[in-house]
């Protein structure tokens, strides 16, 4: 049985005070709730103290970005062995930002993926499709293309431990979300495609998210589809109480 994951993305906010405080709170709230593995992911310079407020709490902790090498002179990265010293568990790859502003590519996508599982870290790799490409009909092409070469290489134990997150790039941020059947038809088809290239007992462990506008008002209907197995959230994260009302709706 898949356990749904809800995952809260950060991004450039929280301060490392800021960020302490929340996890403080966030370790109370979440006492007692089971059935869901939540999952935070601040900026780099609030890992190591988030690391130890959620000591000895089941809140897992991951990171935004990575490099694929150990270490070297690449000035103002961050390694896998510096993620997994820190106590990460999880790393995000191929978020739509990191695409758009940072030139980020499905090949590198897919040399990170292989690195963090090196080094014992659980890759999120993100999905999805434009406006533009949703309009014209391609978002089955283009999510397709991304997952094909985003997983190309891995072994199938590797991909049953990973976690894909379908993000419509037109509804992150916005207030627009998509509509239950239609995440679902998209994720159906990711899940179908890890089916195809790994078999279908990788693809019935593989967990695959929704991220995009997710609140916890439109949480549940998003949950109860077959085929989405939580969610990446973005702006409802960044209060306790916005992010335990999509963590309990995910129950």
């Known amino acids: 049985m898949r356990i749904p994951l809800i995952a809260g993305n950060w991004k450039m906010h929280k301060t490392v005070a800021e960020a302490e405080a929340f996890c403080t709170q966030l370790k109370e709230a979440v006492a007692g709730v089971s059935g869901v593995e939540v999952l935070v992911c601040p900026a780099f310079i609030a890992l190591a103290p988030v690391a130890k407020v959620l000591k000895d709490s089941d809140i897992k902790l991951g990171a935004q970005n990575m490099y694929w090498e150990e270490k070297g002179a690449f000035t103002g990265e ?23 502003f ?4 499905d090949d590198g996508v897919n040399k990170k993926a292989k690195v963090a599982f090196e080094h014992g870290l659980v890759p999120i790799i993100c999905v999805g499709e434009h406006l533009e490409q949703r309009e014209a ?9 991304q997952v094909r070469a985003a997983l190309e290489g891995l072994a199938q134990e590797q991909v049953q431990k990973l976690v894909i997150a379908y993000e419509p790039i037109w509804a992150i941020g916005t207030g627009k979300t998509a509509s239950d059947e239609d995440a679902q038809e998209v994720i159906g088809l990711i899940r179908n495609l890890v089916a195809e290239m790994f078999g279908s007992d990788a693809a019935q462990m593989t967990r695959i998210q929704y991220g995009g506008s997710v609140k916890p008002g439109n949480t549940a209907g998003l949950m109860a589809q077959p085929d989405i197995d939580g969610a990446l959230v973005g702006g409802a994260s960044l209060e306790v109480e916005s992010f335990m009302g999509i963590v309990k709706a995910a129950k």
Do not use: W
Request: contains cysteine; aromatic residues 6%; glycine residues 14%.
């Open 78 to 100: 961050i390694s896998p062995v510096m993620l997994k010293e820190i106590g990460c568990h999880y790393v995000i790859l191929g978020h739509s930002e990191r695409r758009q």
């Open 102 to 105: 940072f030139g980020e590519t």
């Open 137 to 145: 009909g391609e978002t089955n092409n283009v999510v397709a293309g």
